[in-house]
Structures are given as C-alpha cells and as structure tokens.
C-alpha cells in the first residue's frame, strides 16, 4: 500500500542548526503523541461508528514532511487506515488562527458544492490549551505532489488529460461565487452558515464591493511603496502611472459589482496532487484563498513563461496553457447547448 510517508525525509530534510530543525524537535519532544493517537480513533470513531475496538493508531516521528508553518505527520490505522496530522511548529496568533478556520471553511464549501477533489478534515483544534499541546488538524490523505511544473514534468501524452481536469476545476471555481470579495468563514467551529470576512494581505482588507477597487487599492498601495523607494526616478515614476492607468482597460466591465469567484491565489505544482496515472486527485492548501474578482481567476503560476528561457524553453507552458484553455471552451460550449436545448 502506496503510504504518504514513503517519501518523507524527516529530520534529514531540515539543517541541523535551523531554527524550524529546533522547533520540530522541541514539539517532538514535549507533545503527547499518546493523546494525539486517542484523539484519531475517536474522530475515525464518530466518522465511522462500526469501527471495530480493536483498531489501533500510530505516528511515525522518523517520516515527516514540513513547510514554513507545520508539521506533518502520517496517523496508521491498524486497518490499513491513513490519515495525516497537520501541526503549526510556529504560535498561532489570532491572526493565524482566523485564517486555518477560514481555510477549513474554504474546503468543506468545496467539497458541499463542487467536484473538485480536496482533503477531508476529520477533525480539528485550534487550542493549544489541552494535552497535546498544539493546535492540530486530522485530514484525508489524497496522494502526492509533482517534483516540478505541470508542462515539464508531466509527460506530453497525459497533458490533455491533465487540462481537461484543470479546466473542470476553474469552472466549478468560477460557479462557486460570492457577493463580496474576501476570505469565506464559517465560524469557530467551521460548521456555520458562511459569510464573507477581511482579506488578510490586501491593502483594503474589505470586505470589498467592486472588483476596481480590489486593483486599484492594491495598486495605487504598491505604487506609493515604489515611488518612496524611487522618488526622483522618472522610470519608475512612469511605470507606477501607466500601471495605474491600465486598471480601466483590465477590468470586466459587467463584472465590477461581483458575483465574485473562489479563487485558490496559490495553485502551483506542489498544492496539486496526482496518482500514477495523472488523475488529479487533490488541491491543497487553501489558505489563500477567497472570494475574488473574476480577472484573478485566470492567474495560474503553471502557465507562466520567464524571460530569462528561451522560446523553445518556454513552449511547453505556452502549449499546456493553450490545452486548458481550450478544454474551458469546450466546457463552456456544451454548456450552452444544454441550455439552448433545456
């Protein structure tokens, strides 16, 4: 059986003398992982009330993964049962703790009303008031990550596939939308009626009501950080005014007053995860996300092309973009025969 941690380095990834290599070690070393192990066979037990009594639970500290704020662990049923635990290895603030809610929120909404495949949360705590001492969240696991971008790592033949499931997903995304722009909450519990709350980046945290203020704030926010910078440099000077300029020409005009997609704003390689066969089998990471003006939909790292590559270099984004594109189209079309024959 094919584990999440199979690929997992631990300790071995981090370097030794690395603040988060201590701060992994320090958790380690002082949670109650006998708790955290009781606490997964009772939510696997109020999931699946049929679970046998004799199921056992076990976590790995050898294999881990770990990103910029957490910990993850692998939970072994003793039925062949895998979740994974996700920790924060930093203090969450209240800051830090809206935004896990709100992407736990973000998750179970997809999940209620679309097909796009993310993880399911078992169960969660944002307390660190309690015996394990740190907050932690139990999620399905959903497969792995690619190495590399989708256009160079994924071989040619699977690309149409692989595009098709993309724009399958951008369309949900684009259906699922909202009155105002901002992060989508549904309370402390994440089990509320949803509403929508302040970014957490934006220069006008919002909520907003038009798309043109959601650009032309952060816009103008930027510009003035630019010019303090630069303030007798007619290049940058001219740059800031025809970026500023250039809002009017952006922005879908029927669009301005919403409704307002979910869009992901991190979707690169490593949140997207694939079987062997390429079947897309999870979107991850949903932190960022939010309820957005229509144009931000279409900003998609896997279809960035770089200056400093060539074109043949660069053919292969170009290309993938252009599958995706394509199969959105062609999802569009039957769409609007289905209503023309309705």
């Not at 924060?88 to 909404?109: F, G, V």
């Not at 951008?170 to 309370?187: A, D, M, P, V, Y």
């Amino acid at each position: 059986m094919e584990r999440p941690s199979d690929s997992w380095q631990g300790f071995d990834s981090l370097k030794p003398d690395s603040e988060k290599h201590k701060r992994i070690q320090l958790m380690f070393s002082s949670v109650n992982f006998e708790y955290l192990e009781t606490c997964a066979i009772l939510s696997r037990r109020k999931h699946q009330p049929g679970l046998p009594l004799d199921v056992l639970c076990r976590t790995d500290l050898n294999h881990f993964t770990s990103g910029f704020n957490n910990v993850v662990l692998e939970l072994a049923f003793s039925d062949n049962v895998i979740w994974v635990a996700r920790i924060p290895h930093q203090t969450l603030d209240n800051n830090d703790k809206t935004a896990l809610l709100s992407e736990i929120a973000t998750m179970r909404i997809i999940q209620q009303h679309t097909n796009i495949p993310v993880p399911r949360v078992f169960n969660f705590e944002m307390s660190a008031d309690q015996p394990f001492g740190y907050p932690y969240m139990f999620m399905e696991h959903r497969g792995h990550s690619l190495p590399n971008g989708l256009a160079t790592t994924i071989p040619s033949e699977h690309h149409p596939k692989v595009a098709k499931q993309l724009a399958n997903a951008f369309t949900e995304l684009q259906n699922l939308t909202f009155s105002r722009i901002g992060r989508l909450w549904c309370g402390d519990r994440a089990d509320q009626p949803v509403e929508v709350i302040a970014m957490d980046w934006h220069a006008s945290p919002g909520p907003l009501e038009t798309s043109f203020e959601y650009f032309y704030n952060q816009r103008q926010a930027e510009n003035r950080e630019s010019i303090d910078l630069h303030p007798d440099d007619l290049d940058w000077l001219t740059a800031c005014w025809v970026l500023k300029s250039g809002l009017t020409h952006m922005v879908i005009e029927d669009r301005v007053r919403g409704p307002f997609p979910l869009c992901h704003l991190d979707l690169h390689f490593g949140n997207m995860l694939f079987d062997k066969e390429y079947k897309l089998t999870g979107i991850i990471d949903w932190s960022s996300a939010q309820a957005a003006p229509l144009e931000q939909l279409s900003v998609f790292p896997e279809f960035a092309t770089f200056p400093g590559m060539s074109d043949e270099e660069n053919q292969p984004m170009v290309d993938f973009k252009n599958l995706v594109v394509q199969s959105i189209r062609e999802i569009e079309k039957k769409s609007r025969k289905k209503t023309t024959s309705g």
